[in-house]
Every structure is written in C-alpha cells, then in structure tokens.
C-alpha cells in the first residue's frame, strides 16, 4: 500500500529539516520561504521490534519492513487559497496524500526569521487551516448549486446530501476543519470526490529547542489548548536533535546519544508509528527462510484482502490462511513446534486480520 502523509507548515518551522531526518531523500533547508519548490518524496521505514524477533526466530535471508512515504510539501503562506506564493502548488500537493503532518514552530532563535514576526503556534496553525478551509468553502459551494436544483425536484438522496453539505458549509464557515464533524459515514459520499483537504487526518508536530523537549514550553501549551476540541496529537520533538540522532548507524551509539537527552526513542519514531496508527493502518507477517516480511493494511480488513496485498492472485483464488500468534511462536520457536503443539489456527475468508499475526495463505487460481 503507497501511503503518503504530507509534512506542511509555514516557512522556516523545520518541514524540510525534519524531512532530512526521516529520509534519505536531502531536501534543501535554508532560512528563507520556498525553498522547496517541488515536493521531495522519502520512503520512511515503519519501525517494528516484532521483526527482529522473528528474524531470530527464522534466520531468513532477508527482512522486509514495511514503509511510509512522507512528502516535504511548499511551505504556506496567507493567501494561499488565492494562488499567493505557492499557493496552487501547495493545494494540489496536500490534496494527493491520505495525512497531513503538521508542524509548528515552538522556539524562539533570533537568527532564524519568522514569516509573521513573531513566534504564535496559535497563529501559525491558524494561517494554514483557514487557508484549507477556503479552498474547501469553495468546493462544497459549488457542489450545492450543482445537487440544489436535484433536491428541489424531490429527489430524497439529493436532499440528504444537500443537509450534509450545507453542515459541512456552515462548519467551514465557522473556522472549523471538516475533520472536527461528526458525520455518518454513509453521509460523507458525497464529499468523496471533493477531497477536502481539511477532512484529511493529521497531527501536530511541536518543533521546540533543545531545552522544552522534555518538559515543552508555553507554545506547546497553547498549540494543545487549540487542538483539543480536534482530538488531534502533538508530538513534541526538536528537529535539530532529531537530524543528529537520524545520523547514527550504530544501535548502541544512538541509544547512548538518546539517554543524553533522557529519550528512551527518537521523536522520529514516534511520529513515525502516530501517523501509521493515524492512517488506521495495522501489520501482519509472513516468515520464511527466504524472507521475514511486514505487510501494510487498514485495520479490519478480511484474510482475503490481506492476501491481496502480497499479489491479487492470493485474493483471488483465496483458500484459507493459517495464522500464527508472535507470543506462541515465541514459545515453540518454530513453525513445526507450533502445529504440533495445535497453535496454528486454519482462517477462511471471514477472518478478520489482527495487528501482529504471522500469516501463510492457500490459493489457488
């Protein structure tokens, strides 16, 4: 599964220097607006201790993590929604990924400028999201006038649709993102081919200086005091210390550098697992000796579209599926130990797939 999550923010935030950390893919961070022009687009491993189990478990050839992209996208500024700066650009860019990671200037440095003069979190996110927000306004107005003249005709689907747009409407109006709605899903089709960029999930990211990572600061305080009513994260990390703490190939060095800062693990990792978790996505396994591997799907999806997921034959000739436990594989060591021992359960196509099993898939096309 090709996921994306957008990291946007005003200029000079740390987008770009936190993109550096997450991925090898070396955006060009200056102190000055634009200078991503181009999203730069990095593939960013899922970290997943369960792997290093099984790899010593199996001692397979190789092993496969699973991954998420993360694009460094134009920083922002107001009058977006108006193609101001690289307004258009930027719209067209967060309209194609399925999350948004926000980030948010939390430190004061005199040496680095900020776009509006003065650090305000408050602010800062306020820009964006009523940029987002107009652009959305001006979708759902023009689907109203499109279904009005269907749902005064009588027609009973384009009068519910009609209420729930003009919801959505009066909501955007109001300076609230249209994730903050609380709508049947069967009533969110008819935004579907609007791709509203505020209906996007996202988190916050709070980038502070060295001395708030621990404890935050007064910006972090009010950035959560504003988000609350979203039910949104704020990660807390420095995007400084994450870019040296990326740097470090040794397990054992990088644990040390961590436990300078009193980290147990990098900010990275944690975002890294929020935004997985944000996208309702889960893991399952195969384990061989040719390879140990992790699979991406959504949570509660069914054993055949899990097997879909490695090659559409597997779902479409789809048998069964033998599934495995990690805590029971861990127990008998191997995958002989747990059929003798009646540990692996034979699945059909009802099953629904849980975070964490090892599963092997019968087919037959």
């Known amino acids: 599964m090709a996921l994306q999550c957008g990291i946007v923010g005003l200029p000079n935030v740390g987008k770009s220097t936190l993109f550096n950390a997450l991925s090898s893919a070396k955006?060009?961070?200056?102190?000055?607006?634009?200078?991503t022009i181009e999203p730069n687009v990095g593939v960013v491993t899922v970290p997943d201790n369960r792997l290093q189990i099984l790899e010593k478990l199996v001692n397979p050839q190789r092993v496969l993590p699973t991954v998420i992209e993360f694009v460094d996208i134009a920083g922002l500024v107001k009058g977006a929604?108006?193609?101001?700066?690289?307004?258009?650009?930027?719209?067209?860019n967060i309209r194609e990924v399925d999350a948004v990671i926000h980030v948010?200037?939390?430190?004061?440095?005199?040496?680095?400028?900020?776009?509006?003069?003065g650090v305000d979190p408050v602010f800062d996110k306020e820009v964006i999201d009523t940029e987002l927000q107009l652009k959305d306004l001006e979708s759902v107005e023009k689907k109203i006038q499109r279904i009005e003249k269907v749902a005064k005709s009588g027609d009973a689907r384009a009068k519910k649709d009609l209420e729930?747009?003009?919801?959505?409407?009066?909501?955007?109006?109001?300076?609230?993102?249209?994730?903050?709605?609380?709508?049947d899903k069967d009533d969110l089709e008819v935004l579907r081919d609007l791709h509203l960029l505020t209906i996007k999930p996202v988190i916050y990211v709070a980038n502070v200086d060295e001395a708030s990572l621990l404890t935050g600061n007064k910006f972090v305080d009010s950035l959560r005091e504003k988000v609350k009513?979203?039910?949104?994260?704020?990660?807390?990390?420095?995007?400084?210390?994450?870019?040296?703490?990326?740097?470090?190939?040794?397990?054992?060095?990088?644990?040390m550098f961590l436990s300078e800062y009193g980290l147990d693990?990098?900010?990275?990792?944690?975002?890294?697992?929020?935004?997985?978790?944000?996208?309702?996505?889960?893991?399952?396994?195969?384990?061989?000796v040719q390879e140990v591997r992790a699979w991406t799907i959504k949570k509660g999806w069914k054993a055949p579209q899990a097997a879909g997921v490695i090659h559409t034959d597997f779902e479409r000739g789809?048998?069964?599926?033998?599934?495995?436990?990690?805590a029971e594989y861990q127990q008998f060591k191997t995958e002989a130990g747990c059929r003798e021992n009646g540990k692996i359960?034979?699945?059909?196509?009802?099953?629904?797939v849980q975070d964490g099993d090892i599963m092997h898939f019968r087919f037959n096309v």
């Open 81 to 92: 929604s108006k193609g101001e700066g690289l307004g258009n650009k930027f719209l067209a």
């Open 27 to 35: 955006a060009e961070a200056a102190n000055f607006p634009f200078c």
């Open 318 to 326: 789809f048998i069964k599926a033998e599934v495995i436990k990690l």
């Open 265 to 288: 693990e990098s900010g990275l990792n944690k975002l890294i697992s929020g935004a997985y978790s944000l996208l309702n996505l889960i893991t399952y396994f195969t384990a061989g």
């Open 104 to 117: 948010i200037r939390c430190f004061e440095d005199e040496n680095i400028i900020h776009v509006a003069g």
């Open 345 to 352: 359960s034979i699945e059909g196509k009802e099953y629904v």
């Open 229 to 255: 009513e979203e039910n949104a994260d704020v990660i807390i990390l420095c995007a400084a210390i994450e870019s040296q703490i990326a740097e470090f190939e040794d397990l054992e060095e990088k644990a």
């Open 164 to 183: 729930t747009l003009l919801l959505f409407k009066q909501a955007l109006n109001e300076g609230k993102n249209a994730r903050a709605l609380e709508v």
